[in-house]
């Protein structure tokens, strides 16, 4: 799916949460549905992170509070849910979202990190969370450049938060498959590509960045999965400007 500059300018505005921007990139033609290959659109951006004002101008544009044709978008309604954020839901209802959505966050230890089957999992995750309050890196944008990222492609993603981290690990691909393997998303892409970032679980904690590709995994080989960083530490010294 072609993304124009307006779509690209409408999914950045809602992530920011700046309304006068959101309302320019609308009438510019952003679409607010279009989601990327990871299933991500700007009204998930807006409803994932609590821009209510945002959320309702692109409803009132004409968004699609009940997508369909992605298997891996997320229902804006479950995610006002997960958040439980009752102003955002009762938004959504006004304009038609439907309360059919599965609960996915009752299943959550089926594919999740911290599920009990993963070596380690409690302590890995619980770095991770403790790495990113220390450096205040919750929300933040991180630019990697080619020539510091091991790949040699370059990094943009954000830093996923707790329900973000839930959704890519039990509702998105790659990170339901890679989830059952070992790894755990932190990372969610902020290029058109949605290929998402993890960390991984082992007997030793491994402190490697991955890039995995959601159209190229296999957990057969492991295939589709790069090493961007030999220690995530180093994503502190990453942090876009301004963010």
Known sequence: MIHTPADRELKDAAYDGDLDRVVSALSAGGDPDKANPAGQTALNYAVKRRHLDCVRAMLKAGANPNPTGNPMQSRPLFLAELN???????????????????????????????????????????????????????????????????????????????????????EASPGVEASTNGFFPIGGCLEMSG??????????????????????YDPANQDGVEVVLEDYAQIADHVESGR
Not at 116 to 135: C, G
Not at 198 to 214: C, E, G, N, P, Q
């Open 84 to 170: 439980e954020d009752e102003a955002m839901y009762d938004l959504l209802l006004e304009f038609g979202a439907l309360e059919d959505a599965p609960d996915l966050a009752t299943d959550f230890t089926r594919n999740s990190p911290e599920s009990e089957k993963e070596p380690n999992a409690n302590s890995s995750i619980d770095r991770w969370t403790d790495f990113v309050s220390r450096n205040s890196l919750d929300a933040k944008r991180i630019r990697i450049p080619r020539e510091n990222d091991r790949s040699g492609n370059g990094a943009y993603f954000e830093i996923l938060n707790d329900v973000e981290r839930q959704i890519e690990a039990n």
């Open 195 to 216: 290929d998402p970032y993890f960390l991984r679980h082992a007997d030793s904690f491994d402190t490697k960045l991955y890039r995995i590709y959601h159209d190229a």
